[in-house]
């Protein structure tokens, strides 16, 4: 049984491998173009900035390839009767289906490990690349910044408007409006610069602050600073859920940001269901061997094996379909973030289990 198993396993792996160096090679080529097309961007750059997007292009094909791979050597198996063997040899069903399982769970640590480490790490490399090629700066909004709310107590509800934020994590133009519970102004803040000293701890420079009357009486205090120290729950890792889109961040900084929008008051729906999916969507390796598994049972000729191989690729495009669908429609009607996350895994797997199983007592 060893031997049967390191035989599938280097099937497998070969095939899995072959078919994500092609997917990565024409998503490279097609990336390549559009950065190439930005004028902004010489020839060894766009190469540069497309090389980066691979850890992300890898994350998010890597499932697809599990099952197109897989589906291509069991069909073929299959055909050349070699499964047959291996079935007379002990490879009865559940051992087959425990093997395929476990090579998926070996795909789903590689995806994980790829989704919480490759990917950020080259995402956030990426973003100080092209902030180095705007000036230095980290785009954002022409006019607005970036906006971020920090409540840090009683009458001390903070909205933050960030101008830019630099490749080494300086901010630019910053100012502070500071509210009451009421939602009353009752200070603003502005600082040239700033920079994070410590755990909970910003030191703003060239200060300009602005502290209003509490009633209809008194007098406006305008204070010029050197610099301030600004004691916020605002964090770099928050601040680059405002520069990198969250389903690029690791599981980490993602539940990390989650809690600091929760200790705001804020809306964390949408966030929420991008932490479930990004939890379960190593997960999706163990989903694809799961339907590939019924392939090895249909006995046809090796003529039809690429019309297996194309449903196989179908299967996969429709489960990255069915998994962003039913992520849309949970936001819309407002489902639990783990139903809306889980459902297709649910429906897919246990479609997959069921018709191994009833091919299997069928045959």
Request: overall charge positive.
């Amino acid at each position: 049984m060893q031997t049967l198993r390191r035989y599938l396993f280097r099937q497998l792996l070969g095939a899995t491998a072959l078919v994500l160096v092609v997917f990565l090679g024409l998503l490279f080529f097609l990336d390549a173009l559009n950065q190439l097309s930005d004028n902004g961007h010489g020839f060894a750059r766009a190469l540069l900035m497309v090389a980066l997007q691979i850890p992300a292009r890898a994350y998010q094909v890597l499932p697809i390839a599990v099952l197109t791979g897989a589906v291509y050597v069991l069909a073929g198996l299959a055909a050349s009767s070699e499964f047959t063997v291996m079935r007379m040899a002990g490879l009865n069903p559940r051992v087959a289906l425990a093997q395929l399982v476990g090579f998926g769970l070996l795909c789903a640590a590689v995806v994980f490990a790829l989704g919480e480490f490759a990917a950020p790490a080259a995402q956030r490399l990426q973003a100080t690349l092209q902030a180095q090629a705007a000036g230095g700066h980290f785009g954002s909004a022409p006019d607005a910044g970036l906006w971020v709310r920090n409540r840090e107590g009683p009458d001390n509800d903070q909205m933050i408007n960030i101008g830019s934020i630099s490749a080494g994590g300086q901010l630019h133009d910053v100012r502070i409006y500071v509210l009451d519970d009421a939602a009353h102004l009752l200070r603003t803040v502005h600082a040239a610069s700033g920079r994070y000293v410590a755990r909970g701890e910003w030191e703003l420079r060239d200060v300009q602050s602005v502290q209003l009357p509490s009633g209809q009486d008194g007098d406006i205090r305008r204070t010029a600073l050197p610099s301030l120290q600004w004691h916020t729950t605002v964090s770099p890792a928050v601040l680059d859920a405002l520069v990198l889109s969250p389903d690029t961040m690791s599981v980490f900084d993602l539940w990390r940001y989650i809690g600091h929008l929760k200790a705001n008051g804020q809306a964390v729906q949408r966030d929420e269901l991008e932490l479930w999916r990004k939890l379960l969507y190593p997960l999706s390796g163990v989903i694809m061997m799961m339907l590939a598994l019924p392939f090895a049972y249909l006995h046809a000729r090796s003529g039809q094996l690429s019309w297996k191989v194309f449903a196989g690729v179908m299967l996969g495009v429709s489960f990255i379909l069915m998994n962003t669908l039913a992520s849309r429609l949970g936001l819309v009607a407002s489902w639990p973030v783990w139903l809306a996350a889980a459902l297709p895994y649910l429906l897919y797997g246990g479609a997959a289990l069921g018709f191994f199983f009833w091919r299997v007592q069928r045959h």
